[in-house]
Every structure is written in C-alpha cells, then in structure tokens.
C-alpha cells in the first residue's frame, strides 16, 4: 500500500486535469492507470452510486447570476467545464441582448437539470 497523498500534490493534479482539453484528458487517465497496473495495482473504479441533487429552492426573486449559483450548489455533481459554454451563452442572452431574467432562469434550470439526466444515464450505463 502506498503512502497517502498529500493534499497539495491532489490540487497540482486536478488543477492539471482542469486546464487540459478532453483528449489530452484521457491520454493522462490512461497514463495513470498504465502507471496503477505496473505498480501491481487495479484500476480505480468510477463512482457508481448517483448522487442526488441537493434541495436549494428557488426563491420568488432570483439574478441570472444567483441562479447560476444557487444550480451550481444544487447540481454539484456535475462538471462545471460541460455546463460553462451553455451558461455563459444564456447569461450573455441575458446581459447583452436584454433577454428577461426570468425566462433565462427557466432556461438554466432545463439546462442543469438536463445534465444530471445524462450524469444519470452515464452513471447508470456502468453498472
């Protein structure tokens, strides 16, 4: 069994993980796990329990920008680099073209609640 990580070499991992694109993702997952079976170890496995969405209301008055929040608390199981294009383009709608609040909140909560279906199915494919 090998020593435990330190906590400052897991944030110089993910900080690494997350500034690199897909594929260059999976060419350091694979790296790692060619590193894990030469070390006599197994793969770890992906978490397949599903996590539930944690209960936030949402409050009768809300800013896009506290919705953007508020789902990021309730969805925090889901990657934030999948959701940002999508978000970024509803807040924009938002800020720049003068949609209203309302009906890009109504938006965002489709569009979070639609990646938890695929975080789901995902999930659940493994199985």
Same mark, same amino acid.
């Given at each position: 069994m090998h020593p435990r990580i330190a906590p400052a070499d897991e944030r110089r991992l993910i900080k690494c993980l997350r500034a690199l694109g897909p594929a260059e993702r999976d060419t350091l997952l694979a790296f790692a796990e060619f590193l894990t079976e030469r070390a006599g170890g197994q793969h770890p496995a992906e978490p397949t329990v599903i996590r539930q969405p944690? @209960?936030? @209301?949402? @409050? $009768? #008055? $809300?800013?896009?920008?506290?919705?953007?929040?508020?789902?990021?608390?309730?969805?925090?199981? /889901? =990657? %934030? &680099?999948?959701?940002?294009? =999508?978000?970024?383009?509803?807040? #924009?709608?938002?800020?720049? *073209?003068g949609r +209203?609040?309302? &009906?890009?909140?109504? $938006?965002? =909560? +489709? /569009?979070?609640? %639609?990646?938890?279906? &695929?975080? %789901?199915? %995902?999930?659940? +494919? *493994?199985?």
């Open positions: 944690n @209960p936030v @209301p949402r @409050p $009768e #008055s $809300e800013s896009v920008v506290g919705a953007i929040k508020r789902l990021s608390q309730r969805y925090d199981m /889901l =990657e %934030r &680099d999948a959701l940002l294009h =999508e978000t970024s383009d509803l807040m #924009s709608a938002h800020v720049l *073209q +209203a609040a309302s &009906d890009v909140i109504d $938006e965002l =909560e +489709a /569009l979070f609640a %639609r990646h938890y279906q &695929d975080y %789901r199915a %995902r999930l659940a +494919a *493994q199985d």
